[in-house]
């Protein structure tokens, strides 16, 4: 019945929905471009309109009262990214110790513009060997879902040029607040 709500929803005010969801019962979703509160609100009538169950991973200063306790219970994973507390390599165990798990990662880590994109999804994938899901909103066609997907293959410039690939004809809300999809030079 939720379901078919979302599905409601998210054509009545005008979204079109694509689905290619990954064969295997575990992967990760980044989700771009994340430039307005209002992506959350679309990314979960998206996935509850396909029927998916998902965790998803926010900093950890959402999860304080009042709401907390409800972004939890929706599947928010929060993280402290001020702190090295190894988290891929934890995640990367919780993906490997069960049969179902996909989380949803939004790679800028932010609503603001970024010079580069987080990478710690791309090295969960490749920790654990499961397939990234490339999942976007593009305000300009009004289209949000999942496209396409990769196994990643540990050359992470080769795979970020298929992300580039992928996301190149996607827009934001707020497309000023789009940043280059790159990675950061390890110094």
């Known amino acids: 019945m939720l379901q078919n709500i979302s599905k409601f929803i998210l054509k009545s ?3 079109e929905i694509e689905q290619k969801l990954p064969a295997e019962k575990k992967y ?9 509160n209002m992506d959350f609100v679309i990314s979960l009538l998206c996935m509850s309109a396909i029927g998916l169950k998902f965790n998803w991973i926010g900093k950890h200063t959402l999860f304080k009262w009042p709401f907390g306790t409800f972004f939890k219970f929706i599947g928010g994973i929060p993280v402290n990214r001020g702190v090295n507390s190894g988290f891929i390599q934890k995640a990367a165990c919780l993906f490997n110790d069960t049969d179902e798990l996909v989380i949803a990662i939004s790679p800028e880590g932010t609503r603001s513009k970024t010079e580069y994109w987080k990478t710690g999804f791309y090295y969960i994938a490749l920790e654990a060997n499961i397939p990234v899901a490339m ?3 593009d305000y300009s066609n009004k ?7 990769f196994t990643p293959t540990g050359n992470i ?17 707020n497309r000023e607040k789009q940043g280059a999809i790159k990675i950061k030079k390890r110094e």
């Open 28 to 36: 990760i979703i980044i989700g771009a471009f994340h430039t307005s």
């Open 13 to 15: 005010i005008g979204w």
């Open 135 to 137: 999942g976007y909103f």
């Open 157 to 173: 410039h080769q795979d970020f040029e298929k992300i580039k690939t992928f996301y190149g004809t996607k827009s934001g809300k």
């Open 143 to 149: 289209r949000v879902g999942i496209g396409e997907y």
